[in-house]
């Protein structure tokens, strides 16, 4: 049977990457000509949205969100919202790349586009309050603060390492949040860094602060890093990606939902989506998303 056609929106500072152009002459090549692998560009906020809507409208039954992972959240969350039966795969092209990476999903456009021939899978898909979905992970805290406002011009030139250099010109702003956790059998309250709740494992260009965290288990993963004596050091092996020492005096929990409530507003990186918010809740919507993987992905539950 013939698959669907698949569309490739693509981030509209991409549009001129030689190395995506290559990629689809070769899979229009060897998979039936350009009617197989269409192309639509974003320019501004909402594009790729609308884009996911008209393209289901059109009867495309595969999507590439080609971009970061804010464009990957935001076909995510338009197919989710349209309850549309289309599925997902990534074309990493941002600076951290964090759920791609996480999911071994490879960084060269050819190979990324190949996983179309692969059968889609179920994913779970995180929520935050109602209808605001995120794939990755949601963070909250100094490295939140940290991922929204390192410049454009600095990722270009430093990648994911530009996370570390902005964090580090930011340590005279560092201050703990207090707050309340509450989910299924867990309660924490206390002073934090930083917290993420993950669907994926990492956030931030590498920051790990779910490592063990699977996208089909029906579960999100909860970290906070306490607020400990030596800051300095503690935060700076969140920013640097090293999650070693930093590991053994976090909180953690898997849980299905969870409620925070803060004293006082707190800085959010959704999928690379800036929030600030005083009282939050999370959810997840177990596979509600079908995904185009490697087959080993690590972020999938061993296949018995």
Known sequence: M????????????????????HAVARWRETHGGPQSLA???????????????????????????????GTVREVAGAILEGGHAVSLAVLPLG???????????????????????????????????????????????????????????????LGGGAYLLSGLSRFSELNAAHGRFRGPD??????????????????????????????????????????PEDTVATLGALLSGSFLGVESISVGARLPWLEIELDDTLDLNLDGEPLTAKTLRFGVRPGALRMHLPPSCPLRMPVA
């Open 39 to 69: 192309v639509r560009v974003t320019w501004e906020g909402g594009d790729a949205r609308r884009l996911v809507h008209e393209a289901v409208a059109q009867g495309y039954g595969r999507i590439i969100a080609g971009g970061g992972d």
């Open 186 to 227: 867990f309660h924490w309250e206390g002073d934090f860094l930083a917290m993420g709740v993950g669907n994926g494992r990492q956030a931030g260009g590498g920051q790990a602060l779910c490592p063990e965290a699977l996208i089909d288990d029906g579960l999100l993963d909860l970290c906070i890093v306490p607020a």
């Open 2 to 21: 013939a698959q669907a056609p698949a569309l490739l929106i693509l981030h509209g500072k991409q549009a001129l990457n030689e190395d995506v152009r």
């Open 95 to 157: 600076t951290a790349n964090d759920f791609a990476r996480a999911a071994g999903v490879p960084l060269q456009p050819a190979q990324a586009l190949a996983l179309l021939d692969r059968a889609a899978v179920p994913v779970d898909v995180g929520e935050f309050g109602e209808g605001d979905f995120f794939l990755n992970m949601a963070t909250g805290g100094f490295g939140s603060n940290v991922t929204a406002n390192t410049p454009e011009d600095l990722k270009k030139v």
